[in-house]
């Protein structure tokens, strides 16, 4: 496919959610009152085409482009302005914190930012147990309402994440396994995937049925939507990434690169897809409007199993020989890595980051639960809460906001039937979560 019409389908994606981060720079610029008001042109997510126009309210001068995205930043830096008079009951405006304030959101726009949680992260015992699958569950998707299960059984259930209520099931046309399944950030699209090769889209409101994707030539084995997007990322075990425009309901193209079945994927902000390549051993970071890939190796006598991003810049793998580690983009080798990270014998079946944060969660084939935070230069990580159940753990998800966590255990493992632990029980269990300062509120 030409790159010009790659990169049209993929731009439709974006959901204007928020303020771009050529925004945010010029919002910036507004805070500093030795700036002048003629701000060089910058283009932002957050302007109409430049093409459109509008009458101003005198009804005399057409507002241009770049004169609206002056007006809105000067919108949004007085929205910044009287949320700071209020939260300080004060009549002055503190420059440094407007300053400070629109910092952090540009890190937060790049996927940078980073908030220490460390010991302050509290998981809470008042979980949900939530039953319904006859056989083992192997994937699982969130929203800020609701939660996704997949199984073996080939059944997608859907619940409520507040009363624990089964809310629907669905199935593919096939019947077989259910191996991943993906939410997008709007609560707009579930995609599911498993053995029958295809990716199903539902509509989350109503899980309706929406549309097949049909390309792969093996068992889908992970799916990720790019957040804020719709942008959908599958992998395989016929060794591609395939990217689809799910608003225009279009294939866009194929990565190559793993040599065995694309185990775990997982994707941010940024229009990039980390994934871990089971045999191969390789950990690779795609970089999607690059058209390129950076390819990290550290494990060399295993299989890696699971990977989740802290960030744009950190991202955590899990694999069979228990061994955790955590890497940055711009080294090749692991910046931590904890042996034994769970009970002798076991391995790290699932992963799960806390985006923007230090903190992540591993679950292993043993029934062990830990949250870990690394240490502020990630040089070192920490195992700062400890949860036992019985079962294994195919995969963990973590809300958007950081306020719960869902566990799916089963007597199985996700790709195979190695063993059944006949005491484990089927089950998908929920954790709140909370950092200390707001439990003590």
């Given at each position: 496919?030409?790159?010009?019409l790659?990169f049209?389908?993929?731009a439709?994606?974006?959901?204007?959610?928020?303020?771009?981060?050529?925004?945010?720079?010029m919002?910036?610029?507004?805070?500093?009152?030795?700036?002048?008001?003629?701000?060089?042109?910058?283009?932002?997510?957050f302007?109409?085409?430049?093409?459109?126009?509008?009458?101003?309210d005198?009804?005399?001068?057409?507002?241009?482009?770049?004169?609206?995205?002056?007006r809105?930043?000067?919108?949004?830096?007085?929205?910044?302005?009287?949320?700071?008079?209020?939260s300080?009951?004060?009549?002055?405006?503190?420059?440094d914190?407007?300053?400070?304030?629109?910092?952090?959101?540009?890190?937060a726009?790049?996927?940078?930012?980073?908030?220490?949680?460390?010991?302050?992260?509290?998981?809470?015992?008042?979980?949900f147990t939530?039953?319904?699958?006859?056989?083992?569950?192997?994937?699982?998707?969130?929203?800020?309402t609701?939660?996704?299960?997949?199984?073996?059984d080939?059944?997608?259930?859907?619940w409520?994440?507040?009363?624990?209520k089964?809310?629907?099931?669905?199935?593919?046309?096939?019947?077989?396994?259910?191996?991943a399944?993906?939410?997008?950030s709007?609560?707009?699209?579930?995609?599911?995937g498993?053995?029958?090769?295809?990716?199903?889209?539902?509509?989350?409101e109503?899980?309706?049925?929406?549309?097949?994707?049909?390309?792969?030539?093996?068992?889908?084995?992970?799916?990720?939507?790019q957040?804020?997007?719709?942008?959908?990322?599958?992998?395989?075990?016929?060794?591609?990434v395939?990217?689809?425009?799910c608003?225009?309901?279009?294939?866009?193209?194929?990565?190559?690169?793993?040599?065995?079945?694309?185990a775990?994927?997982?994707?941010?902000?940024?229009?990039?897809?980390v994934?871990?390549g089971?045999?191969?051993?390789?950990?690779?970071l795609?970089k999607i409007?690059?058209?390129?890939?950076?390819?990290?190796?550290?494990?060399?006598?295993t299989?890696?199993?699971?990977?989740?991003?802290?960030?744009?810049?950190?991202?955590?793998?899990?694999?069979?020989?228990?061994?955790?580690?955590?890497?940055?983009?711009?080294?090749?080798k692991?910046?931590?890595?904890?042996?034994?990270?769970?009970?002798k014998?076991?391995?790290?079946?699932?992963?799960?980051?806390l985006?923007?944060?230090?903190?992540?969660?591993s679950?292993s084939?043993g029934?062990?639960?830990?949250v870990?935070?690394?240490?502020?230069n990630?040089?070192?990580?920490?195992?700062?809460?400890?949860?036992?159940?019985?079962?294994?753990?195919?995969?963990?998800?973590?809300?958007?906001?950081?306020?719960?966590?869902?566990?799916?255990?089963g007597q199985?493992?996700?790709?195979?039937?190695?063993?059944s632990?006949?005491?484990?029980?089927?089950?998908?269990?929920?954790?709140?979560?909370?950092?200390?300062?707001?439990v003590?509120?």
């Amino acid at each position: 496919m030409p790159m010009k019409l790659k990169f049209l389908f993929r731009a439709s994606n974006k959901i204007k959610t928020k303020p771009s981060l050529n925004f945010l720079v010029m919002v910036k610029r507004l805070a500093d009152p030795e700036v002048d008001e003629n701000v060089e042109d910058i283009d932002s997510d957050f302007s109409d085409d430049d093409g459109a126009s509008s009458v101003s309210d005198t009804g005399s001068v057409e507002e241009t482009a770049q004169g609206k995205r002056l007006r809105l930043a000067k919108q949004y830096l007085d929205k910044l302005e009287n949320e700071q008079l209020k939260s300080e009951n004060d009549t002055e405006i503190n420059r440094d914190l407007i300053a400070h304030r629109l910092q952090q959101d540009v890190l937060a726009e790049k996927g940078k930012l980073e908030t220490r949680v460390g010991k302050r992260l509290c998981v809470l015992e008042n979980k949900f147990t939530l039953k319904g699958h006859r056989l083992s569950p192997t994937c699982l998707a969130i929203t800020d309402t609701h939660l996704f299960s997949g199984s073996k059984d080939g059944a997608i259930i859907k619940w409520d994440l507040s009363t624990g209520k089964k809310l629907s099931v669905v199935k593919h046309d096939s019947k077989k396994q259910i191996l991943a399944l993906a939410a997008s950030s709007d609560n707009v699209y579930l995609a599911s995937g498993g053995q029958d090769k295809i990716i199903v889209l539902w509509d989350i409101e109503s899980m309706t049925f929406v549309k097949c994707f049909r390309k792969h030539r093996g068992p889908i084995t992970a799916l990720t939507f790019q957040r804020n997007s719709h942008l959908l990322m599958s992998g395989s075990a016929d060794r591609s990434v395939n990217l689809w425009n799910c608003d225009d309901k279009l294939y866009i193209e194929s990565l190559y690169g793993h040599q065995d079945m694309v185990a775990d994927m997982d994707s941010f902000l940024q229009e990039r897809v980390v994934t871990v390549g089971g045999h191969d051993k390789t950990l690779r970071l795609w970089k999607i409007q690059e058209e390129s890939q950076l390819v990290f190796n550290g494990h060399k006598n295993t299989v890696l199993d699971c990977v989740s991003m802290l960030n744009e810049e950190h991202f955590v793998t899990g694999s069979q020989d228990n061994v955790l580690a955590v890497w940055h983009i711009k080294k090749k080798k692991p910046a931590i890595t904890q042996l034994q990270a769970h009970a002798k014998g076991s391995w790290v079946s699932a992963v799960a980051g806390l985006k923007n944060t230090e903190c992540f969660i591993s679950g292993s084939n043993g029934g062990n639960v830990k949250v870990w935070a690394c240490a502020e230069n990630y040089r070192s990580m920490e195992c700062i809460r400890s949860i036992e159940i019985i079962g294994t753990v195919n995969s963990i998800v973590i809300s958007h906001d950081n306020s719960c966590f869902a566990l799916a255990v089963g007597q199985e493992p996700k790709m195979g039937r190695w063993w059944s632990d006949k005491a484990a029980r089927n089950r998908v269990l929920v954790f709140p979560m909370a950092i200390e300062d707001e439990v003590n509120r």
